[in-house]
């Protein structure tokens, strides 16, 4: 293979690189989920059951 022809190949070939660039570590695409509001914010944190304390061993 010519040297010309791997860079035609190359440049009209089917790879499209990575659509969500990151460094590792993908949870999702959420641009298009709202942002709550503090108040909703604030509602979950009151909904969240105390998490319980640890016990100290005497």
Do not use: C, K
């Not at 440049?11 to 509001?37: I, L």
């Amino acid at each position: 293979m010519s040297p010309m022809s791997y860079i035609i190949e190359e440049e009209t070939g089917t790879y499209t690189g990575t659509r969500h660039p990151h460094n590792g570590y993908y949870a999702g695409d959420f641009s298009r989920n709202p942002v709550a509001t503090p108040q909703q914010l604030a509602t979950i944190a009151r909904m969240r059951p105390p998490s319980a304390l640890p016990t100290s061993a005497s």
